[in-house]
C-alpha cells in the first residue's frame, strides 16, 4: 500500500462508490428519506470537493440512475474540466425519463453554460426517434428544446410549440397524435401512457383498449399491468426472463405464494441469461441470504432488499458448480421467502462455513441482531485462527446505504463488503470488494476505474 | 410476582434508548384470543380452525364500535367474554370519521390511566363517565403532572417499528433506559402482531419520557475468545455460548422489577381468570400496575402493565387509604395524621375532586 493519503482516497472512492450503488434518497427500513437525501448530499460535496477527477470517474461504475443524474448536474454545475464523453455515455446509459427529469432540474437550478448546452444537444440528436420522444414526453422535450436553445428541424418544432398550426403532420407518429384527438383507431399507434389519455377521452372501455395497445407495451408497461390485464381477460404475455433479475424477482414477490412457484423457472432462466458463460464456473458457492422483516425496506422500496437477495439467489445458483443457499428464517424454498422475523447472521454465517464453500456471498443490510455482533465475531475469529490464508473467498454484499454512516453498513472490517443494486452486477462487485480489503492500492483502482470508463 | 411459565424470553433488540425484550410463547394458547371485532371486520381470523369454541378477551381502553347503534365505546377494564363494561367517549368529529375504518385504537393518555387506577379501587362507574367528560372538556382540573404517549417518547416508534419479531413471540417488555417501562403479554402471536402496532398508545410517566433522552442503551455485543477457537466445532460452541448469553443477559440483569403483590381475582369465565394487581405503592420502587388473564394452573395468559409515575404513586396510595378505610374521610386522615380538611385538599390536588361531595 502506499501512502496514508492514498489509502484514505481509496476508502472514501469505495465508500462513495457504494453510497452511489444502493442510496436513491428514499426512505429505508432504517432511516427516513430526508436523511437519505442530506447525507448523500454531503458526500456528493466532499468527494467533488476533495477528488474532482474520481468523483467523475465513478460515472462509469455501476451506480445507479439517481446518483448518476446528481453527479452530471453537479458535474456541469461546477467550474472544471469534465470529459464531456464520459457524461454523454453515462446519459446513453440512463432511462430517457431520468434523463428529461435531470434536464428540466438544469434548467430549474438556471444551468445553462455552453458545454451544458452541447451534452443536452447531443443527447438529443442521439435519440433513435425524436419525433416518438415529443409526444411521449411532449412537456420534458418541449423543455429541453428550449433550455438547449435548439431549433428543431421540419415539422417537430410545429408540433412542440405550435401544433395547431399545421393541418396534417409528416411523421406517421406526429399525425397519430393529432389524429388520435377524434379518431379512436389512430391513437392505438400512439404509446402506451399517451393513449391511455385519449382512451379515456374517448371513452373507451378498459378491456377493448388494453387488448389492443397490447402491442405497443414496452417491458416494464407488460409487467406492471399483467395483473391488472389479466382481470379484463387479456395476457400482455410479460417476459420475466428478459427482464433485469431484481425486477422479476420484486415482481415475483409481489404474487401471493402459490402463484409465486409457477415463475421460478422464468428467474432460472434470467439467472441463466446473465449468467452466460461464466454458468457453473465459480466452483462451490454458499450465500446466506437475509429474509428478516429489515428486508421489508419501506413503503417506497417494498421488499427491495429482499428481492435482492432473492435474485442473487438464482444468479449464484447459476454461477455456482454446487450451491447452497442458506435463508436467515431457514425456508428451503426461496421463492417463497417473506420478510419476517430477526436476523441471526453469525448462527447462519457458521452453518454456511460448514459446508466448505471456496465462496462465501452473504447478501444482507448488515443489522445483525441476534445477538448483535455474532457475525463479526464469528468471521474475526474464521479469518484471524482458522482461515488466515483466506481459501474460502468470503463477500458481503449489501443493498441499503446506511445514511449515519455514509456507507452501507458493513459486519466486519475483515470481510469486505460492497453496495449491490442490480444482481447483475454481483461479478463486478465481488472483484471491487478486493480493493476494499486493502490488498490493492488506488492506482490499480485508477487503472481499474479507467479500464471501465472506456470498456463502457 | 407474575406467573410467566411458558414464556421464554428472547433476545433482546435495542435503538436508541429503548430496549425490547421478546417474550416466545413455543406453544401458543388457542382457547384464549382476542375478541373477533378488534381484528375488524374479519371474523374468520379468530375464528378457531376445528371451530371449537374460545373465550374471547378485550383489552382495557380498547375503542371500537362495542355499542348497538355503532358509536365508538371503549373497554372499560380488560374484558373477558363480551366487552359488557364499557365506556362511551365522546370524540370530536374527526376522530369519529377514522374511527369508521375499524382501526386499532387504544384510549389515549390519561383517560386510560386514571380510569384504570380508579377502576381497581372499584369507583361508581356514574361519577367516572361524568368525570371522563370533565377531563375530555377541561383535562385534568389541577394538573399535577404529565404523562406522555408512546409517540412522544423519543425513539420509540422508530424501536417498535423497526422490531423484529421472533417466531411465536407473544409478548413484550419495553425498557427505556433500561427501565422496565411496562409488559405486555397475549396468548397468540397472531394477537399479538394486531396489537404490536398499538403499544405506541400506551401511557408513560414523565420518569420515562425523561429517560428516553438520555443516552443510548449500551447493547449486548458478542465477543468470541479466539484462543479457545481451534476448529469450526470449537467455534459453533462458542457462538452458542454467546447466544444463551444474550439471551440469559436480560434474565439475570432486569426482569426482576415486575411483582404484583395485591392481587385480586375480577372475573371467571371458562378456565381463566381475569385479575388486578396492584403496586404497594412504595415511592422508592418500581411500581407497576396492571391486569392479567391467568388460566387453571395460574399461569399468564395475558398481562398488560402500566409504570406508575411518582405522581400516579401519590394519587395510588391516597386512593388506597381512602378505599381501606371505605371511603371515609375522617378515618383516613387519622390514619395519615391530618386534618379531614388537609386530606379534601390533597383528594382535590390530586386531580380526585370530583369524587368530593
Known amino acids: 500500500m502506499d501512502t496514508y493519503a492514498e489509502l484514505i482516497e481509496c476508502e472514501d472512492v469505495l465508500l462513495f462508490a457504494n453510497a452511489a450503488i444502493t442510496s436513491t434518497g428514499q426512505r429505508e427500513f432504517h432511516g427516513g428519506a430526508g436523511e437519505q437525501r442530506l447525507s448523500l448530499d454531503f458526500l456528493h460535496r466532499y468527494v467533488h470537493g476533495n477528488y474532482p477527477g474520481l468523483y467523475a470517474a465513478t460515472l462509469a461504475l455501476d451506480i445507479n440512475d439517481h446518483n448518476a443524474a446528481l453527479i452530471i448536474a453537479t458535474l456541469l454545475r461546477e467550474r472544471g474540466a469534465v470529459d464531456g464523453r464520459l457524461i454523454a455515455r453515462r446519459l446513453a446509459r440512463m432511462s430517457p425519463p431520468r434523463v428529461y427529469r435531470l434536464f428540466r432540474q438544469l434548467q430549474r437550478d438556471g444551468v445553462n453554460n455552453r458545454r451544458t448546452r452541447a451534452i443536452m444537444r447531443d443527447w438529443l440528436l442521439a435519440r433513435p426517434d425524436l419525433a416518438f420522444d415529443a409526444v411521449k414526453y411532449r412537456s420534458a422535450v418541449k423543455a429541453a428544446v428550449r433550455h438547449a436553445h435548439l431549433k428543431p428541424a421540419g415539422e417537430l418544432g410545429d408540433f412542440l410549440f405550435a401544433p395547431r398550426r399545421r393541418t396534417r403532420f409528416d411523421t406517421p407518429v406526429l399525425e397519430a397524435w393529432r389524429r388520435a384527438h377524434y379518431d379512436k383507431k389512430a391513437l392505438y399507434d400512439l404509446p402506451y401512457t399517451v393513449a391511455e389519455g385519449f382512451a379515456a377521452r374517448h371513452g373507451i372501455s378498459r378491456a377493448v383498449f388494453l387488448e389492443r395497445i397490447a402491442p405497443r407495451l414496452t417491458r416494464l408497461e407488460r409487467l406492471r399491468l399483467t395483473g391488472a390485464a389479466r382481470g379484463s381477460g387479456v395476457e400482455t404475455g410479460a417476459d420475466l426472463a428478459a427482464l433485469p433479475l431484481v425486477r422479476a424477482a420484486s415482481y415475483v414477490l409481489s404474487l401471493p405464494v402459490e402463484e409465486r412457484r409457477r415463475h421460478v423457472a422464468a428467474l432460472r432462466a434470467g439467472a441463466a441469461r446473465v449468467a452466460g458463460a461464466r454458468a457453473g464456473t465459480w466452483g462451490n458457492v454458499t450465500a446466506v441470504l437475509d429474509d428478516s422483516f429489515s428486508s421489508y425496506g419501506s413503503p417506497v422500496k417494498k421488499r427491495r432488499p429482499l428481492a435482492v437477495a432473492l435474485a442473487c439467489h438464482y444468479l449464484l445458483e447459476a454461477l455456482a458448480g454446487r450451491y447452497t443457499g442458506l435463508w436467515l428464517s431457514g425456508r428451503a424454498e426461496a421463492v417463497t421467502a417473506r420478510p419476517a422475523g430477526a436476523t441471526p447472521l453469525g448462527t447462519r454465517v457458521l452453518d454456511a462455513l460448514e459446508t466448505r464453500p471456496d465462496r462465501l456471498v452473504i447478501v444482507s443490510d448488515g443489522w445483525d441482531n441476534a445477538p448483535p455482533g455474532l457475525a463479526a465475531e464469528v468471521l474475526r475469529v474464521w479469518r484471524r485462527k482458522l482461515d488466515p490464508a483466506g481459501e474460502v473467498r468470503i463477500a458481503h454484499l449489501n443493498p441499503v446505504y446506511d445514511a449515519e454512516r455514509f456507507d452501507v453498513r458493513r459486519l466486519s472490517p475483515l470481510v469486505p463488503t460492497a453496495g449491490i443494486r442490480d444482481a447483475e452486477d454481483l461479478p463486478a462487485l465481488v472483484e471491487l470488494a478486493r480493493f476494499a480489503e486493502g490488498r490493492t492500492g488506488l492506482s490499480e483502482l485508477h487503472a481499474y476505474l479507467k479500464e471501465r470508463a472506456w470498456s463502457t | ?357
Open chain 2, 1 to 357: 410476582m407474575v406467573d410467566l411459565t411458558g414464556l421464554v424470553t428472547g433476545p433482546a433488540q435495542t435503538w436508541g434508548t429503548v430496549r425490547l425484550v421478546p417474550l416466545v410463547r413455543p406453544e401458543p394458547i388457542v382457547d384464549l384470543r382476542l375478541h373477533a371485532r378488534v381484528f375488524g371486520d374479519e371474523l374468520s381470523m379468530a375464528l378457531l380452525p376445528d371451530r371449537t369454541v374460545y373465550t374471547a378477551y378485550v383489552p382495557h381502553a380498547f375503542v371500537a364500535s362495542w355499542t348497538r347503534d355503532g358509536t365508538p365505546a371503549a373497554a372499560y377494564g380488560t374484558q373477558l367474554g363480551e366487552p359488557l363494561r364499557r365506556v362511551p367517549i365522546r370524540t370530536h368529529r374527526r376522530m369519529v370519521r377514522r374511527e369508521a375504518k375499524n382501526r386499532l385504537r387504544i384510549l389515549p393518555l390519561h383517560l386510560a390511566m386514571e380510569g384504570f387506577l380508579a377502576l381497581h379501587f372499584g369507583l361508581p362507574e356514574i361519577a367516572w363517565e361524568d368525570w371522563t367528560r370533565a377531563a375530555l372538556a377541561g383535562g385534568l382540573s389541577p394538573r399535577v403532572e404529565e404523562a406522555y404517549s408512546g409517540a412522544q417518547v423519543r425513539g420509540l416508534d422508530d424501536a417498535l417499528r423497526i422490531f423484529e419479531f421472533h417466531p411465536g413471540q407473544c409478548g413484550l417488555l419495553l425498557y427505556v433506559g433500561d427501565a422496565l417501562a411496562g409488559a405486555f403479554v397475549v396468548p397468540h402471536p397472531e394477537d399479538y402482531r394486531a396489537l404490536h402496532p398499538t403499544l405506541i398508545r400506551d401511557l408513560f410517566g414523565e420518569l420515562i419520557h425523561e429517560y428516553a433522552l438520555h443516552y443510548p442503551v449500551r447493547d449486548f455485543r458478542a465477543a468470541i475468545d479466539d484462543g479457545l477457537v481451534a476448529s469450526l466445532a470449537d467455534l459453533r460452541r462458542q457462538a452458542v455460548r454467546q447466544e444463551e448469553e444474550w439471551a440469559g443477559f436480560h434474565d439475570s440483569v432486569m426482569a426482576a422489577g415486575l411483582t404484583a403483590p395485591n392481587v385480586q381475582d375480577v372475573y371467571r369465565l371458562g378456565r381463566f381468570t381475569l385479575k388486578r394487581f396492584l403496586p404497594a405503592f412504595d415511592r422508592r420502587a418500581e411500581n407497576h400496575i396492571g391486569e392479567l388473564i391467568t388460566d387453571e394452573e395460574g399461569r399468564t395468559a395475558y398481562l398488560k402493565t402500566f409504570r406508575l409515575s411518582q405522581a400516579q404513586v401519590r394519587r395510588g396510595y391516597l386512593l388506597s387509604e381512602l378505599a381501606a378505610h371505605g371511603w371515609s374521610l375522617v378515618a383516613t386522615a387519622a390514619t395519615l395524621r391530618t386534618s379531614s380538611a388537609e386530606l379534601r385538599t390533597r383528594i382535590e390536588r390530586a386531580g380526585f375532586a370530583r369524587l368530593l361531595r
